[in-house]
């Protein structure tokens, strides 16, 4: 344990509240930069609020198929 401490306090001290703080802000900090996310699943829903090239839009919906 002769290692320097990662995160030490110079001056004051912390209450329960500011450690808590500290922690978390730690810990989200700590996640890997490159590592990948899992791509998130749009819902039909919110894809057809998009405005697209496609012929999806209502006004296709009147055209003859």
Excluded: C, F, K, Y
Excluded at 30 to 36: D, L, W
Excluded at 37 to 50: D, G, H, L, Y
Excluded at 54 to 61: C, D, E, V
Aim: proline fraction near 8%; charged fraction near 20%.
């Amino acid at each position: 344990m002769n290692e320097e401490p990662l995160v030490s306090v110079v001056r004051g001290s912390l209450d329960d509240h500011e450690l808590a703080a500290l922690a978390a802000i730690l810990t989200s900090r700590s996640t890997s930069v490159n590592s990948e996310t899992p791509p998130q699943a749009v819902s039909e829903w919110s894809r057809s609020a998009r405005p697209s090239g496609a012929s999806r839009g209502w006004r296709a919906s009147a055209l003859p198929r």
